[in-house]
């Protein structure tokens, strides 16, 4: 349920209420937005009368049920206002969410040393990617194929970002591994294959980092949101919403069926900041510039995008991944979009070569 107050009410008078709610059993979560504080409740609210709960203070305006089965993920818990994600890289504070400029996540899919993470890092940047990408632990469909360098690799990317003070951004796998990760990530990564992995959920909701969950292949848009609850449920407020396309039937000409449509869709259901993967979401390089272009399009609030140095090398993802200078080209062709859409960091000449 949420509890809507009256614009101007007293601060001591919602503390009042919300320790009435507590002493029922319930847990009140104050949300200040811009124009009113909400008090949402989490709990055993089904036998709660709405008008018993209006009685309670003539600051009270409304009293509302939240009828998703996710609460905290719901747009409605935040009475209709987005919510968004700050993080503070060295370049500066970089903010996700609906009424800000497109955030551009760039990198390898794996790090693979120190050169080629340093240089991507670097071309990224001067592109104009606020994050770098890198996988550090890899989930493989096969046991023999590249796992990742590990640790190792993290001590990279803590190096690449203190080189081009990108925010990093990297996967956790195994829950083991959360300490030493955010140690140098600004960014968790919850891949797809984990993303009904609920204990892990539970511990990236009580990391003091935001968590980037990816959409998993099979997963519904409330398995999905559902996911996000665990995270809001333990915890973490800091949550973004990564599509990376899901399994069709067709896998012949794109690796997964990008779901652009969930855009509008969770713009509707969350007040969560949204991003886009069209690398993954399509898997080959070629498609990877329209879909990042109709992604804004759309509203998407961030992209995601593999960039490497040499993609035929690559260890994984090469045929998906951008070369630096393609990557440089696509960042033109999307401020044009971004502007179309007023969402592009100004001036967008910057970016020009
Ligand atoms: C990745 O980002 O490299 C990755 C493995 O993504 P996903 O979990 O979407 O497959
Ligand atoms: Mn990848």
């Not at 209420?17 to 409740?41: A, C, M, N, Q, R």
């Not at 049920?65 to 993080?87: C, D, I, L, M, N």
């Not at 665990?230 to 069709?248: D, F, K």
Request: aromatic residues 6%; hydrophobic residues 40%.
């Amino acid at each position: 349920m949420i509890v809507v107050m009256k614009v101007g009410s007293p601060e001591a008078e919602i503390n009042r209420i919300s320790d009435e709610f507590s002493s029922w059993g319930l847990t009140p979560e104050k949300i200040v937005g811009t124009h009113k504080v909400v008090i949402g409740l989490v709990g055993e609210t089904a036998d709660l009368d709405a008008r018993q709960i209006q009685e309670i203070s003539p600051w009270i305006e409304q009293v509302l049920r939240v009828e998703k089965p996710y609460k905290r993920a719901s747009r409605q818990f935040r009475h209709g206002e987005a919510s968004e994600v700050t993080v503070e890289t060295p370049n500066g504070r970089v903010i996700i969410g609906e009424h800000h400029p497109i955030v551009v996540v760039a990198g390898p899919c794996s790090v693979e040393n120190e050169e080629m993470i340093v240089e991507t890092a670097q071309k990224v940047k001067a592109a104009g990617a606020k994050f770098l990408r890198g996988g550090a632990y890899k989930p493989r469909t096969s046991p023999y194929a590249f796992q990742g360098h590990g640790e190792s690799a993290l001590e990279l990317l803590a190096k690449a970002r203190e080189v081009s003070g990108l925010g990093i951004i990297t996967e956790v796998m195994d829950a083991a591994d959360l300490e030493k990760i955010e140690e140098v990530a600004d960014v968790i990564q919850v891949g797809a294959r984990n993303m009904q992995n609920f204990s892990l959920l539970k511990k990236v909701g009580r990391a003091s980092k935001p968590v980037l969950l990816k959409r998993g292949m099979a997963a519904t848009i409330d398995d999905w949101l559902m996911a996000a609850e665990y995270i809001l449920a333990s915890g973490n407020p800091n949550v973004i919403l990564c599509e990376r396309g899901i399994r069709t039937f067709d896998n012949q000409y794109t690796r997964n069926t990008l779901d652009l449509s969930v855009v509008p869709v969770l713009r509707s259901l969350t007040h969560l900041p949204i991003m886009i993967d069209p690398s993954h979401g399509t898997g080959w390089a070629t498609h990877v510039p329209s879909m990042a272009m109709a992604a804004i399009a759309a509203g998407t609030d961030s992209l995601m995008i593999e960039v490497h140095p040499n993609p035929t090398k690559a260890l994984s993802d090469g045929p998906q991944s951008l070369t630096p200078e393609r990557f440089e080209s696509l960042m033109q062709e999307l401020a044009v979009i971004g502007q179309a859409v007023g969402r592009w960091p100004q001036p967008a000449v910057a970016f020009a070569s």
